[in-house]
């Protein structure tokens, strides 16, 4: 699957394909931060749904592991690379919350998808196809613009 050009109808795609959010959002970014699809798929594969405990947005989690990948430190004691990647996450994280009012899959679908009810009317609601898929988008082009 092809997920270099991210709009909603790619990310819900994925989803159709059993792709996530944090899926979708690093293997939009990988060959910009060194990784081939296969293994941005995989790593981030535990991690939709904020990982399938409505916690942290996959698509969150996704972006977050991409400005790892790209920013953080490789040596002992390189604080101006470590603090440069926390400015960075720290910029991801603002800009996605004052979209979205939170970085919590169950805040931004207003529901708890790990419980059986808020399941039901996410599901009934068809949040994960009317909703996700921007959510996705929105990350990955917040994403695009930090990692230059």
Known sequence: MDFKNMTPEVALQGFGSGFDCSTCTLAHVADKIGLDEETALKIS???G???WR?????AVVGALMAIGMKYAQTE???EETKNNMLAKKAEFEKRFSEKYGSLICREILGYDLSTEEGMAAIMEQELLAKK???VVC??????????G
């Open 45 to 47: 594969g535990a991690f």
């Open 49 to 51: 749904g904020g990982m």
């Open 54 to 58: 409505g916690d942290t947005c996959g």
């Open 76 to 78: 002992a004691g390189d």
């Open 132 to 134: 996700c898929p921007y």
């Open 138 to 147: 929105d990350a990955c082009e917040i994403l695009e613009e930090i990692l």
